[in-house]
């Protein structure tokens, strides 16, 4: 069973792309926190070019302090509103057991809404991420940096991208998408 995202009930609304601010996101916990900083210098030298936010939601602040990071606190009650406020969301990853064995979760809350996803190619982003379809997979600094600027400056991608993402999660990874496999899981354990 992969990871299922509730598209009907909490992740049932879209990201409009065309917007004058441009919004870079994570979300996660503090004990994930630590995956953004090889990212950092990235988006350092991506404010050199170009105007952008990088908001952080999550249980704890971030450590780094940089004029275009903004904290916004995790709340379960605003959780979809909240994401729904970033135009591209990021999951880099290290590539070791621990990273190998996580669900994509983050990639897959962005995608269900709308928001091109931007990963390491790492463990199930490989199979949940088609690069430059609806999303984009990222191993080098240069690929990071390349694929950030370009959502940047296009919001026709990202808007395309956006759905081609939300259809992913409806087809793949959706509660509606998985419920007969999930039932019938009971029906084996009965027989067994």
């Not at 409009?16 to 953004?36: C, K, M, N, P």
């Not at 988006?43 to 450590?63: C, G, M, N, Y």
Request: hydrophobic share 40%; aromatic share 10%; charged share 25%.
């Amino acid at each position: 069973m992969p990871t299922t995202i509730d598209t009907e009930n909490l992740h049932n609304r879209l990201k409009e792309q065309d917007t004058r601010a441009f919004v870079i996101g994570w979300t996660g916990t503090h004990s994930t926190i630590a995956y953004l900083e090889p990212l950092v210098p990235i988006l350092e030298k991506l404010a050199e070019t170009h105007a952008f936010t990088f908001l952080v939601i999550s249980d704890r602040k971030p450590d780094f302090d940089l004029p275009f990071v903004q904290y916004l606190p995790w709340q379960k009650a605003t959780e979809a509103d909240d994401l729904l406020r970033i135009n591209v969301g990021v999951m880099p990853l290290t590539d070791d057991p621990w990273s190998r064995g996580k669900c994509g979760f983050k990639a897959l809350q962005y995608m269900a809404l709308g928001i091109p996803a931007v990963a390491s190619p790492v463990g199930v982003n490989t199979e949940i991420i088609e690069p430059g379809v609806n999303g984009f997979l990222c191993a080098t600094p240069d690929e990071w940096l390349a694929c950030l600027t370009r959502l940047l400056q296009d919001p026709t991608l990202r808007a395309e991208m956006g759905r081609q993402a939300r259809r992913t999660v409806e087809e793949r990874y959706s509660v509606q998408a998985n419920r007969r496999t999930f039932l019938e899981l009971f029906d084996f354990f009965r027989t067994a």
